[in-house]
């Protein structure tokens, strides 16, 4: 830890202002460059350029894109250089135009106003130039503090890392969604499938019933937190010990009629998913079982009845939906 | 009493103003003894977010002692204690907060109608951060009462220092939760924008949540320095392509969770989006900037997840939610819910398994706070985190 000291206040003002003129340039720009693009006719005559609207509108597209330019750049003093040159350019077209031009006031009245905003382009560009060097010597003098020892884990990164997925409990609106976690092989990568039963441990109070219910089914590297975490969702979804009945008993029904490796978590959450779906648990049970029933049977066996399980209910879902 | 008064873009002034007052019976009144400049902050400098009123204080990162408490919150807190005061201000009893949802406390917000015009329903109140969210002056100041003070704080135990405790209010918490929201796995490849203050404890969130890798992503380097120490691999984005980068480091995958800590002024690059953006917000055609959501979704890992802690005020554009849908991103976001996860985290300061202090890059006085907006916004010195003390 150190204290500050940078640059003078004083410094940082006259960049300020400076950056303010260049803004109100900026909108300036716009504004002249509008009326050039969409009023070309109108200036020519009252300048008496009848043949040059052409030149003033191709003005306008430059006036407008150097307003951008100083409004949305960083730095705007290259913009502000160009608006200079744009002033010179305006200042050429313009000069020759006086001799023997019927409204040769007008003309004289146009290269005084161009003549004052050049004035304030060149403070201005003046102004960010001299402060933008200023900023560069700084820059380059400045002394640059060394945080590569500044961890913030006193025991050390490493000896960190993962300490909090040892007592963490992930709360249940921030989990990744059952149906976006990874799924090989007609169940969850072993990777997630510790990982989530560890997040989950908490649930398993809640939901003892469910958990016993259907763990029996699973595969060891198949967590029961998942027929956990699909019964609390459940409950969490419906707020009522009438919705634990109706997953039990979609979970019997089910469960039965399916290969060992198709594990109740899928055919609970599939239940789940309906009766998520329709908001009416006993419409569900009844949906998913024709669902499964006739699907099953037909299948090639290294087509898992999870497979036709969830397709099911992606079906019930789909239909839903549309 | 001093404090830190906002009286326009690029005007920050410490002026004096009344001190405050218990206007309610769950309010306290509370003597900061620190209290630190955010880099949201910044978007009410630089004059990005609307809502705000000449002479409004500034400030929602603070902690001190308890100097009078109201007749409905004493049985909470007593005069003398410390406290840090969690910047979303929360009832403790809607349904929002009954729920956690701290940070749209359906209660807190006095300015409720101005807030469910523009966010549709609306969202906690906020210390010094515009009247969209109750205009409730801020904790740059010698002073501030604390509403519903029931609730909103958190205890510091003895022992614990100003410097340790005092990030538990915003800045840990939202690197936390956005870490959290990703629901890190120890496969996991964790990209993060921005090493900022948040950024950085982000970083070591992803850290203790047992991410496989952390790439972080800036251009200042002595940002990505404190990156690198607490345990990132950093890109340096003015040297290399991020998008390139980040797919080399995943074999061309992209990281499974990307998380913005950047917000709305992502800093214009060397890119066509970035440009238009900046063209865009300076002609006030979009308020906000979006390069940093875009490339999220650009380099994410299809089925991946998107976090987003860093501050967006209002509208931006082109972004592609095309990529979003076809790679079945998650986006998750929201201001941080800050109670939720301090007893969490005290007990793992206290634990040492980190130190928050490790941020602070300068330590000032009040009255040196308006210079020291200026020093943050342009990251000069080396500056980080300004500490400032009352």
Request: hydrophobic letters at 35%; a negative charge.
């Amino acid at each position: 830890m150190h204290q500050h000291h940078s640059g003078s206040s004083q410094q940082m003002m006259s960049r300020d202002s400076a950056r303010g003129l260049a803004q109100g340039l900026g909108w300036f720009s716009i504004g002249l460059g509008l009326m050039e693009l969409l009023a070309p006719r109108q200036l020519s005559r009252t300048l008496g350029m009848e043949e040059q609207s052409g030149l003033i509108q191709a003005y306008g597209v430059r006036e407008i894109a150097t307003g951008i330019g100083i409004l949305a750049s960083r730095d705007p003093t290259p913009w502000v250089w160009a608006r200079v040159g744009g002033d010179a350019l305006d200042l050429a077209t313009l000069a020759p135009a006086v001799p023997d031009n019927p409204q040769k006031g007008n003309v004289l009245v146009a290269m005084m106003a161009v003549a004052g905003v050049t004035a304030l382009d060149l403070i201005c560009a003046q102004q960010l130039s001299t402060a933008r060097q200023q900023e560069q010597r700084e820059q380059r003098l400045r002394y640059l503090p060394d945080y590569s020892n500044r961890s913030g884990m006193p025991r050390g990164v490493e000896q960190m890392r993962g300490v909090a997925r040892q007592d963490f409990e992930m709360p249940r609106d921030m989990q990744t969604p059952e149906a976006l976690r990874p799924w090989t092989d007609g169940r969850p990568a072993q990777a997630d499938a510790g990982a989530m039963a560890s997040s989950l441990g908490t649930a398993t109070t809640d939901h003892d019933a469910a958990n016993t219910s259907s763990s029996s089914n699973l595969k060891p590297q198949l967590s029961s937190a998942q027929v956990v975490r699909t019964a609390a969702d459940q409950v969490g979804v419906k707020g009522g010990s009438g919705t634990a009945a109706n997953h039990d008993a979609a979970t019997t029904s089910s469960s039965s009629s399916l290969k060992p490796q198709l594990s109740s978590a899928q055919v609970v959450r599939t239940a789940a998913d309906q009766v998520g779906a329709k908001g009416d648990s006993g419409t569900a049970t009844t949906n998913h079982d024709a669902a499964t029933t006739p699907s099953s049977s037909n299948l090639k066996p290294q087509l898992s009845s999870a497979q036709v399980v969830r397709t099911a209910a992606d079906q019930v879902g789909t239909a839903k939906d549309r | 009493m001093r404090a830190l008064c906002w009286h326009g873009k690029n005007d920050i002034r410490c002026d004096t103003v009344p001190d405050p007052k218990i206007e309610d019976p769950r309010d306290a009144i509370i003597k900061v003894t620190t209290c630190a400049i955010c880099g949201s902050d910044l978007h009410l400098f630089d004059g990005f977010m609307p809502g705000m009123q000449s002479g409004d204080i500034m400030g929602h990162e603070f902690m001190g002692e308890v100097m009078e408490v109201g007749s409905g919150a004493k049985d909470s807190l007593k005069v003398g204690d410390r406290i840090v005061v969690p910047f979303t201000i929360t009832c403790g009893e809607c349904e929002q907060c009954r729920r956690g949802n701290f940070s749209v406390c359906e209660r807190s917000n006095r300015n409720k109608d101005i807030a469910d015009k523009l966010f549709g329903h609306t969202t906690a109140g906020l210390f010094g951060y515009t009247h969209l969210t109750g205009g409730y002056p801020g904790g740059q100041a010698e002073y501030v009462r604390v509403p519903f003070a029931d609730k909103t704080h958190v205890k510091v135990p003895n022992g614990m220092t100003d410097e340790q405790a005092l990030f538990l209010g915003d800045i840990f918490p939202t690197g936390w939760q956005g870490v959290v929201q990703c629901d890190i796995q120890p496969t996991d490849t964790v990209a993060i924008w921005g090493c900022g203050p948040v950024g950085q404890f982000a970083i070591r969130s992803a850290v203790l949540l047992g991410a496989k890798q952390i790439i972080a992503i800036d251009n200042v380097p002595e940002r990505l320095a404190m990156a690198q120490a607490g345990g990132a691999i950093t890109i340096n984005f003015d040297e290399e392509s991020t998008v390139e980068r980040l797919n080399e480091l995943t074999q061309g995958k992209g990281p499974e969770k990307c998380i913005d800590c950047v917000g709305m002024e992502a800093h214009a690059t060397a890119t066509l989006d970035s440009m238009y953006d900046r063209a865009k917000q300076a002609l006030m055609l979009e308020s906000d900037r979006a390069h940093v959501l875009r490339e999220m979704m650009y380099v994410c890992r299809p089925a991946g997840t998107i976090s987003i802690p860093g501050v967006y005020g209002g509208l931006i554009d082109k972004v592609p939610m095309g990529m979003v849908m076809n790679k079945g991103l998650t986006i998750r976001t929201g201001q941080t819910h800050v109670k939720r996860w301090t007893d969490d985290l005290l007990r793992r300061i206290e634990d040492g398994q980190i130190d928050p202090s490790f941020v602070i890059t300068h330590t000032v006085g009040l009255e040196q706070g308006p210079e020291m907006y200026k020093t943050f916004r342009e990251k000069q010195d080396g500056c980080i985190k300004v500490v400032l003390k009352p």
